[in-house]
């Protein structure tokens, strides 16, 4: 069974910088490309970052660019993002999800983990 | 940017009517590379269509997408109770993926 699990979500001050990880399970991960997409509260989705199956494709919204940084580490079967001078606009949950290659469907999301930023 | 805009925003119908929605691209979408997603609230996105027209694994066939260019439409033939929700239209044939605002299918 596929499973993406997100942890490293809390409440965090603006400025501060935040790591988030998603943990994959019950499929080859180093077969996919990886994605973070959040979606703020009572708002839609948004589509953060990706990185391709080796890391050689990387991309980001123009919102979060040179802030996020992602990565994967595919001996451990483990996605990133590292998240600095963060804003009150990035509270949002935080979902991983999963792409047969750099441009296909998400086909599997994980349930998400929730950034709060505020003082 | 490619920028997905959805109508109508909030949907009203009963269980067994049919539902039409739109999803309509600032700029042609390359190769119909346009996926549905259904969220029910308080859980994650479900994949629905994908390549426009593509059922994923399991959706039933009461789901049906059509489209190609920028303008797309996802319907929906009976509804059933459990198809109230909100659904998504997203393109990934150009970075940065976008999604559209959402269309909220509600009970009438």
């Known amino acids: 069974e596929v499973q993406l699990v997100e942890s490293g979500g809390g409440l965090v001050q603006p400025g501060r910088s935040l790591r988030l990880s998603c943990a994959a399970s019950?499929?080859?991960?180093?077969?996919?490309?990886m994605h973070w997409v959040r979606q703020a509260p009572g708002k839609g989705l948004e589509w953060v970052s990706g990185i391709s199956w080796n890391s050689g494709y990387i991309g980001y919204a123009d919102s979060v660019k040179g802030r996020f940084t992602i990565s994967r580490d595919n001996a451990k079967n483990s996605l990133y993002l590292q998240m600095n001078s963060l804003r009150a606009e990035d509270t949002a949950l935080y979902y991983c999800?999963?792409?047969?290659?750099?441009?296909?469907?998400?086909?599997?999301w994980g349930q998400g983990t929730l950034v709060t930023v505020s003082s | 940017e490619i920028v997905l805009t959805q109508s109508p925003g909030t949907l009203s119908l009963s269980p067994g009517e049919r539902a039409t929605l739109s999803c309509r691209a600032s700029q042609s979408v390359s190769s119909s590379y346009l996926a549905w997603y259904q969220q029910i609230p308080g859980q994650a996105p479900r994949l629905l269509i994908y390549?426009?027209?593509s059922r994923a694994t399991g959706i039933p066939d009461r789901f049906s997408g059509s489209g190609s260019g920028t303008d797309f439409t996802l319907t929906i033939s009976r509804l059933e109770p459990e198809d109230f929700a909100v659904y998504y239209c997203?393109?990934?044939?150009?970075?940065?993926?976008?999604f559209g605002q959402g269309t909220k299918l509600e009970i009438k």
């Open positions: 019950g499929f080859t991960f180093d077969d996919y490309a």
């Open positions: 390549g426009a027209s």
């Open positions: 997203q393109q990934y044939g150009s970075s940065p993926y976008t």
């Open positions: 999800a999963r792409s047969s290659g750099w441009y296909r469907d998400f086909d599997y």
